[in-house]
C-alpha cells in the first residue's frame, strides 16, 4: 500500500473533473522538514512555532529564532512556509513565562492575546520572520483571533517592525499575512476580517472545542468532541465563502484537514488548501485524484 502511495509522488493535486487544491504539511519542529520534502507536500500549511519556546529555559533570542525560520524557508527552497507566532497559554505553558495559574486557560491568556499585551516578545519574533523572509517564501499566521481591531493592532506593529528594519539596512521580502480562524466570533465576523488580511487558515481543532463547548482534552468527552457536527461545518463553509467573496485564499490545518470522509466535502465547498501531518499527504492526494466534485457536491452541500 505504502509502494502504492509512493506512485503519486510528483503527481498533481487535481479531482476527475479537473478541480486543483493545494496540500500543505503541518510541523512542529525544523528537522521535520526532510519529512516534508519526502512526501511531496507543496509547503508547509502551519509550522507551530511554539517549539522555539517550549523546549528552553529562556526566551529564544532574535538571532536564535532568525536561524531556525531561514533554514526551513531555504530548505523548503521556494515553496510557501506558512509560520504561525507564538501560541502557548491553554494547554501549552512555559515556566519563564510566569503566567498566573487560571481557572479556564482554555478561553484565557493565550496566543495573541499575550503577543498584544508583551510586545517586546511579539516583536522580536516578527523581526525575525521578517528577516528569514529574504531566503525563502514565508508567510504568518496569527493564532486565536476573534476581532478585526485585534488585526489593524497587529498590521500595525508589523509595519514598525519593517520601518525599523528597513532604517536598519537589513533585508526582508513581501510577507503574506493570515489569521487562523478557530474562534466562533472570528467565523462570524470572517466577510469582516477577509479585507485585512491575505489569506484564513481554519484551525479545527480549537474551533470545535470553542463551538461545541467541549474541551479537546478532556477524554471523558472524546465521545461527543465531533468535529463533523453540522454546526462545524457550517462554519467552514461559511467562512469559505466570505474568503472567496472578498479575493482571498483559505486553508484548513486543523486536524480535520486529514480525515478522508470529508475530503468531498472540503473539496465541494471550495477549500483551497489543507494541512496535513506529512505522513497523510499523499493518502489525501490519492481521496482527492479519485474524487469527481462535479458528481457529489450538490447532495453534499444540501445536508451540511
Ligand atoms: C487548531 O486549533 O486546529 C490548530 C491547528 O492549532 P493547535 O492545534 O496548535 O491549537
Ligand atoms: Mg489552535
Redesign the pocket.
Known sequence: KKALLLQLKGKENVTLDGKKIKIYA?IGNANDVANVLKNDAGGIG?F?S?FLYLEKNDYPTEEEQFIVYKTVAENMAGKKVII?TL?IG???QVDYFNMEHEENPAMGYR?IRICLDRKEIFKTQLRALYRASAYGKISIMF??IISVSEVLEIKEIVEEVKEELKEQGIPFSDVELGI?I?TPAAVMISDLLAKEVDFF?????????YTLAID?QNPKLDKIYDSHHRGVLRMIKMVADNAHANGIWMG?????ASDLSLTETFLSMGIDEL?VSPSLILGLRKKVRETNVDEVKNSILEKI
Not at 484548513?252 to 480535520?256: D, F, K, P, S, T
Open positions: 503541518n502551519l507551530r511554539e504561525r501560541d491553554a494547554d501549552k496566543a493564532p486565536m487562523m478557530e487558515s481554519i484551525g479545527t481543532n480549537d474551533l470545535t472545542q479537546r484548513i490545518c486543523g486536524e480535520l494541512s
